[in-house]
């Protein structure tokens, strides 16, 4: 069966400081991969997706950037945290088209972090 | 652009009430429609969806949904909730792409 991993599961980091956030999928090969951050009464913002190794589409200009250096690994970074990068980020899969799933995302359990 | 409007941000109801949350969505084409929940301290996880057919999906835990496309509607309903429905409930949309939007969210509080 298909796992979803991501780590920390918290971060307290000062702001200017750099960021990297993983995301790991395992049980599947080339998932469509996401990155959503989700704060309260806002819901679920997408971020970023990618739809193979390399491939990033960014949704929101911010402070972050993603990558993708490996099939089931997925990367949020940012080279100087502000303090309006503090929220709740989640990872999720999708099957690719070819696969049973691909209409349907799995969430992993997510990663809270407050920038000081 | 695509979004998902979802009218009800904080619901609560007594046990045995009926429930139905709202959820419009703007997109011309043919889409793919979701109900997610999350429980408190637990992950997101998939209540329900429409891909095409019968317009009326049937989810776990009781949970259904019906798609009307002249309102650009889905909006889930329950017949009688439970305490343990208490969750925020999140509706989606996928149009053909590969990217999927979230409404902002429905805090549904059920007391016992």
């Known amino acids: 069966s298909q796992t979803i991993h991501q780590w920390p599961a918290t971060l307290v980091q000062p702001v200017g400081s750099p960021l990297s956030l993983e995301c790991t999928v395992e049980?599947?090969?080339?998932?469509?991969l996401y990155w959503y951050r989700q704060a309260a009464g806002r819901g679920l913002q997408l971020l970023f997706y990618?739809?193979?190794?390399?491939?990033i589409s960014s949704e929101v200009p911010q402070n972050l950037s993603a990558s993708r250096p490996q099939d089931r690994q997925f990367i949020l970074s940012s080279k100087k945290l502000l303090l309006s990068d503090s929220g709740f980020y989640l990872c999720a899969w999708s099957g690719g088209i070819q696969l049973a799933g691909y209409n349907e995302q799995f969430f992993g359990p997510g990663t809270r972090l407050t920038v000081l | 652009a695509q979004s998902v409007s979802q009218h009800n941000h904080h619901v609560i109801l007594s046990e045995a009430a009926s429930l139905e949350l709202g959820c419009n969505y703007s997109?011309?084409?043919?889409?793919?429609l979701f109900w997610y929940v999350q429980y408190p301290g637990q992950h997101l996880q998939l209540l329900l969806k429409?891909?095409?057919?019968?317009?009326l999906v049937k989810g776990i835990k009781g949970f259904e949904a019906e798609f009307i496309k002249s309102k650009f509607s889905f909006n889930l309903r329950k017949p009688s909730v439970q305490w343990s429905d208490t969750a925020e409930y999140f509706c989606a949309l996928k149009e053909g792409g590969d990217k999927i939007i979230f409404g902002k969210g429905t805090r549904l509080h059920i007391l016992p």
């Open positions: 997109y011309g084409g043919t889409v793919n």
């Open positions: 429409y891909f095409s057919g019968d317009p």
């Open positions: 990618s739809v193979g190794i390399g491939q």
């Open positions: 049980g599947t090969s080339n998932p469509n």
